[in-house]
């Protein structure tokens, strides 16, 4: 930015507000501007979560609001990106589903007794909806149970709140350790093949964190997350079927199946404009 105006790092055109461009250098002060030479603005940029937000229309669907990002009396870290050959819409309905916990996550905090999925609460909301959960854990992120002095064997409570089209808040509320987790997902589609999931981590500890503890800490999700991700990286096919009959579902899936049908709904209000 050069004051208020855009400058191309190329050859340093600059553009105003409205994308008229404003100075072109190699013509020199008196040269005649194109009429032509503008770039078409988008509907809408925001700069919001860590990201930059560009809506190139009148957006179907609005910005997911997070109350609770940047609370300071959270411990806040940003993970690494993970760009790649993805489905941004498979990626979100990954993070979705609870039936695969017990199996892709059995070498962290997934357990047996959670192979049956929960009961899961879901409650709709504008282009989005939450759901509430509780399923049996392996409590591998818990120091005071490592050490035996609790019970590996615990359970959390889940509050999943997704947002159309790719953004999801996940809380983790953990009765028996103490504390809460935040986990924000924000898939970005970058071409048909190639996607990038941004994620960020908010912690509530009691007594707070030492740099060892939340190094610890750190490396238990970024493992979780890598069982996803090396998962998600086999697929051949990226697409995420969105009819009912599409897919063979079952009452596990709720969550999901609520999911595509919003999907289907901005499709169909994206066709009608």
Same mark, same amino acid.
């Given at each position: 930015?050069?004051?208020? #105006?855009?400058?191309?790092?190329?050859?340093?055109?600059?553009?105003?507000?409205?994308?008229?461009?404003?100075?072109?250098?190699?013509?020199?002060?008196?040269?005649?501007?194109?009429?032509?030479?503008?770039?078409?603005?988008?509907?809408?940029?925001?700069?919001?979560?860590?990201?930059?937000?560009?809506?190139? @229309?009148?957006?179907?669907?609005?910005?997911?609001?997070?109350?609770?990002?940047?609370?300071?009396?959270?411990? @806040?870290?940003?993970?690494?990106?993970?760009?790649?050959?993805?489905?941004?819409?498979?990626?979100?309905?990954? #993070? !979705?589903?609870?039936?695969?916990?017990?199996?892709?996550?059995?070498?962290?905090?997934?357990?047996?007794?959670?192979?049956?999925?929960?009961?899961?609460?879901?409650?709709?909301?504008?282009?989005?909806?939450?759901?509430?959960? @509780?399923?049996?854990?392996?409590?591998?992120?818990?120091?005071?149970?490592?050490?035996?002095?609790?019970?590996?064997? #615990?359970?959390?409570?889940?509050?999943?709140?997704? @947002?159309?089209?790719?953004?999801?808040?996940?809380?983790?509320?953990?009765?028996?350790?103490?504390?809460?987790?935040?986990?924000?997902?924000?898939?970005?589609?970058?071409?048909?093949?190639?996607?990038?999931?941004?994620?960020?981590?908010?912690?509530?500890?009691?007594?707070?964190?030492?740099?060892? #503890?939340?190094?610890?800490?750190?490396?238990?999700?970024?493992?979780?997350?890598?069982?996803?991700?090396?998962?998600?990286?086999?697929?051949?096919?990226?697409? !995420?079927?969105?009819?009912?009959?599409?897919?063979?579902?079952?009452?596990?899936?709720?969550?999901?199946?609520?999911?595509?049908?919003?999907?289907?709904?901005?499709?169909?209000?994206?066709?009608?404009?």
């Amino acid at each position: 930015m050069i004051g208020d #105006q855009l400058e191309c790092a190329y050859h340093g055109w600059r553009f105003d507000r409205n994308g008229h461009c404003a100075l072109i250098p190699a013509v020199g002060p008196d040269g005649r501007i194109p009429g032509s030479a503008r770039a078409d603005a988008a509907w809408g940029v925001t700069e919001r979560y860590g990201l930059i937000w560009i809506a190139p @229309q009148e957006p179907v669907v609005p910005l997911i609001d997070l109350p609770d990002w940047d609370d300071p009396s959270r411990t @806040q870290v940003e993970m690494e990106v993970h760009t790649g050959r993805y489905g941004a819409a498979l990626l979100i309905d990954n #993070q !979705l589903d609870m039936a695969h916990f017990a199996f892709l996550h059995a070498g962290t905090f997934g357990t047996p007794d959670g192979q049956i999925a929960p009961t899961a609460e879901i409650i709709g909301a504008a282009w989005g909806f939450t759901v509430n959960a @509780q399923i049996p854990i392996t409590a591998g992120n818990d120091p005071a149970a490592l050490r035996g002095e609790r019970p590996t064997a #615990q359970y959390r409570k889940m509050t999943y709140r997704y @947002q159309a089209p790719f953004s999801l808040e996940l809380r983790l509320d953990y009765p028996i350790m103490g504390g809460s987790t935040l986990i924000w997902f924000f898939a970005q589609p970058e071409t048909e093949d190639r996607c990038s999931l941004h994620t960020t981590l908010s912690f509530q500890q009691p007594g707070g964190f030492s740099a060892a #503890q939340l190094n610890e800490r750190l490396k238990f999700e970024h493992q979780i997350l890598t069982e996803d991700m090396d998962l998600q990286a086999r697929f051949e096919d990226l697409s !995420l079927p969105l009819g009912p009959g599409a897919e063979t579902h079952t009452r596990a899936d709720r969550p999901s199946i609520e999911y595509r049908r919003i999907l289907r709904d901005i499709l169909s209000n994206v066709g009608q404009g």
